[in-house]
Antibody, heavy 118, light 109 residues
Framework: EVVLMESGGGLVKPGGSLRLSCAAS????????MSWVRQAPGKGLEWVSF????????YYADSVKGRFTISRDNAKNSLFLQLNSLRADDTAVYFC???????????WGQGTLLTVSS | QSALTQPASVSGSPGQSITISCTGT?????????VSWYQQHPGKPPKLIIY???KRPSGVSDRFSASKSGNTASLTISGLQADDEADYYC?????????FGSGTHVTVL
């Protein structure tokens, strides 16, 4: 069974930092491109970042470039997102998702809620 | 990195067919056969229902079908059922990033 489990969300003040984690199991994580996708309350899905299998290729949405850093630890089947200089509009549920060959998201976690507020 | 354009809402009666459009550009939908569609019920993660423009994952009803013409992709739900009431998002590879559509809420009347 495929499981993606995000953790690390919570309440952070504007300007603060946080690290999200995603624990993966049930599929070949080290052979899978991975992404973070977020969804602000009552809003649509927004792709945030992608990391290739070995971490050689990394992409970010313009809205987070320079503030967020994606990384992975294949030995621990884990994906991470370091969020710095947080703003109120970063408030969202953050999902980790596998990007399958063919460039579609076939596996999703349940998401972790980040709230940025003073 | 602009979101793909979808109608905000579409509605239909049980048994009817509805179509949701997804308009992108020559930099995403128009160039890559990597359009996917997702269904999302409230409080749940998105669920893949179409990939590579027209393909359905195992277990997804054949009432869901999709196509693409130029810069616009379309999702059709036939034989509309109550459980189809949800939000639907398209997505396209765009050379390094994968923008989503703005989302369409489907209401079953």
């Amino acid at each position: 069974e495929v499981v993606l489990m995000e953790s690390g969300g919570g309440l952070v003040k504007p300007g603060g930092s946080l690290r999200l984690s995603c624990a993966a199991s049930g599929f070949p994580f080290d052979n899978s491109g991975m992404s973070w996708v977020r969804q602000a309350p009552g809003k649509g899905l927004e792709w945030v970042s992608f990391i290739s299998t070995s971490g050689s290729y990394i992409y970010y949405a313009d809205s987070v470039k320079g503030r967020f850093t994606i990384s992975r630890d294949n030995a621990k089947n884990s994906l991470f997102l370091q969020l710095n200089s947080l703003r109120a509009d970063d408030t969202a549920v953050y999902f980790c998702a596998r990007l399958a060959p063919g460039d579609y998201f076939d596996f999703w976690g349940q998401g972790t809620l980040l709230t940025v507020s003073s | 990195q602009s979101a793909l354009t979808q109608p905000a809402s579409v509605s239909g009666s049980p048994g009817q067919s509805i179509t949701i459009s997804c308009t992108g550009t020559s930099g995403d939908v128009g160039t890559y056969n990597a359009v996917s569609w997702y269904q999302q019920h409230p409080g749940k993660p998105p669920k893949l229902i179409i990939y590579e423009v027209t393909k359905r994952p195992s277990g997804v009803s054949d009432r869901f079908s999709a196509s693409k013409s130029g810069n616009t992709a379309s999702l059709t739900i036939s034989g509309l059922q109550a459980d189809d009431e949800a939000d639907y998002y398209c997505c396209s590879y765009a050379g390094g990033n994968t923008p989503f559509g703005s989302g369409t809420h489907v209401t079953v009347l």
